[in-house]
């Protein structure tokens, strides 16, 4: 072989390796963002069943919101233990174009969802999926709920994003 062909041959394998590791990167990017986006559908159809058995309430959009971030993470910490679920619930909060309020918003709904997950689970693991969709929607319904519901008026929020 010689040496322009080794060159060649070097090239080529740098290329190689370097598709490889972008293509880890963008399934590692891109699995969370897809897991939460099928949360995401069956986490809407499960909210409009609870909502169309307790009627209508105050700030829908807002609970809902909570709802549907405090179940996704929820489901997810079950599954796949709470530091890998709290990594891509930050993970999908750096790819998503928001401001420091909506984050920090959503990051409190992830914690909140997976501790409150856990615990549930911990009680009972049997038909934890649904009790887990009805306890939640109980709770953000509750007027002194950790859910942050109100964005720009959290506290916890506002602390961490006073410029905004």
């Not at 010689?2 to 090239?11: R, S, V």
């Not at 809902?64 to 993970?91: C, I, K, N, P, Q």
Request: net charge negative; proline share 4%.
């Amino acid at each position: 072989m010689t040496e322009d062909q080794a060159e060649k041959m070097a090239a080529q394998q740098r290329r190689r390796r370097f598709g490889v590791i972008a293509l880890v990167l963008v399934i590692l990017l891109a699995a969370p963002v897809l897991v939460v986006a099928g949360f995401s559908m069956t986490t809407g159809t499960m909210f409009a069943h609870l909502e169309a058995e307790a009627g209508p309430m105050r700030g829908v959009s807002a609970r809902y919101d909570a709802f549907e971030h405090g179940y996704a993470s929820g489901v997810m910490a079950v599954l796949f233990g709470d530091f890998l679920t709290s990594l891509a619930g930050h993970v999908v909060e750096l790819v998503e174009p928001n401001d420091c309020i909506e984050r920090e918003h959503d990051l409190i709904n992830n914690r909140e969802g997976r501790a409150f997950a856990l615990r549930l689970y911990a009680e009972n693991p049997q038909d934890w999926r649904p009790r887990l969709a009805r306890a939640l929607y109980d709770e953000i319904r509750q007027r002194g709920t950790e859910f942050s519901i109100s964005r720009k008026r959290d506290p916890r929020v506002l602390a961490i994003c006073q410029s905004d």
